[in-house]
């Protein structure tokens, strides 16, 4: 997991470097794991039983059952998958759904989406650190409500919702299914899904392979398939398992669980440094409510973009918003916690990890700093 002598990548919420054990693992099941884990051949019966492997020790990881488990492209698909096969399968229950104004695009376009086929999305209100206000919450809950949906933490300003406060709440409600997003979330905190119908995440946050993420789908919860035509490791998703990549997953999900509480311990040591020596030359958006490993900040006055690549020059690398989402002038996460329209177009995502050095926040602050005096503000 090299990144170079010279870069400084700041942008793990983006995506991961794979980690070396993850790759090998890759790499001997694609050599070696040659059948179709569906055929009924010896080659194929060798496949299936790494798959349920796998998929037993993912779900065992995850406090669920294994056939609860659902392999897809990744987090957007995942996403899509949960809150369109909920809804196409019992929209008869209602036409209510309830979201915060901080999700990704791969849940608010599809929210759009079903907003254009008559859905009422109503979006949450939030609290000064960004969390949810849980008695507006409470108030706007009724027998219409067919979907909550929502990020256990928020892919931009790192705000951590109290999600298991709302799987509470929600088992009064029991046509209401509640999906939450967990891809900032795993390795960052402690994951409890009793309470939770559908969850999603992605393989590449974990220091794993791209092109693979899981969708927890408890047995009581019937959707309809996003991707349809055969079974694959189950009936709600089609297409070859992708055998090398589920194996992948399994083996990276446990890693960075593995010492958790200790890399984190590192990662908010860093964070509070990193936080401690911008304070005065920025503004800091994220809150008290934040994971330590996102620090987003702006400097009213410069772009974002322009920043960006001053810091790329260096060849330090951030991000100026989700890597996913749409192209704008602003973001919408910082206007929705500030309601300042320069802070919101001047945003920068600073996204460290357990493998982030001291060393490179101190060239990171060092660099900012001489930025900052050369870039003029409007």
């Known amino acids: 997991m090299v990144l170079g002598d010279i870069m400084i990548y700041l942008d793990y919420s983006a995506t991961t470097p794979v980690n070396d054990e993850v790759l090998d693992t890759y790499n001997k099941v694609t050599k070696e794991y040659i059948g179709n884990a569906n055929s009924i051949h010896s080659l194929g019966r060798k ?24 392999y897809t492209s990744g987090a957007s698909e995942s996403n899509n998958t949960a809150i369109k096969g909920v809804i196409n399968l019992y929209q008869n229950r209602g036409k209510h759904i309830i979201t915060t104004p901080l999700e990704h695009d791969s849940v608010e376009v599809p929210l759009t989406y079903l ?11 939030l609290k000064e650190d960004g969390t949810i206000d849980l008695d507006y919450f409470k108030s706007i809950l009724d027998d219409e409500t067919i979907l909550v949906t929502l990020a256990a933490v928020s892919s931009e300003i790192g705000i951590i919702q109290p999600y298991e406060e709302i799987g509470k709440i929600l088992k009064d409600y029991p046509k209401c299914f509640f ?7 795993i390795g960052k905190i402690k994951i409890n899904l009793e309470d939770v119908d ?24 019937v959707i309809e398939p996003l991707i349809q035509g055969g079974k694959s490791t189950t009936n709600f998703r089609a297409g070859t398992p992708a055998l090398p990549l589920i194996a992948s997953t399994a083996k990276a999900l446990r890693l960075v669980l593995d010492n958790m509480d200790d890399k984190n311990n590192h990662v908010k040591e860093l964070s509070d440094y990193l936080k401690n020596n911008i304070k005065d030359m920025v503004e800091i958006n994220s809150t008290e409510a934040s994971v330590p490993h996102i620090v987003n900040f702006s400097v009213p006055g410069i772009k974002a973009e322009t920043l960006l690549h001053a810091l790329e020059e260096k060849e330090i690398y951030v991000s100026t918003k989700t890597a996913c989402s749409a192209s704008s002038s602003y973001s919408k996460a910082v206007m929705t916690l500030t309601n300042d329209v320069k802070r919101s177009s001047s945003s920068i995502r600073v996204s ?21 005096k050369s870039i003029p503000r409007t």
């Open 47 to 70: 496949s299936k039983i790494l798959e349920e492997q796998s998929t037993h020790q993912i779900a065992s990881l995850l406090g669920v059952k294994d056939d609860e488990i659902i």
């Open 179 to 185: 999906h939450v997003d967990l891809t900032q979330a």
């Open 198 to 221: 559908m969850a999603s995440f992605s393989t590449h946050k974990l220091f794993g392979p791209k092109g693979i993420g899981v969708l927890v789908k408890k047995e009581h919860v």
């Open 115 to 125: 907003e254009r086929r008559g859905f009422k999305v109503d979006y949450l209100k």
């Open 352 to 372: 460290i990890s357990y493998l982030t050095t001291k060393e490179e926040i101190d060239t990171f602050i060092k660099e900012l700093k001489e930025i900052l």
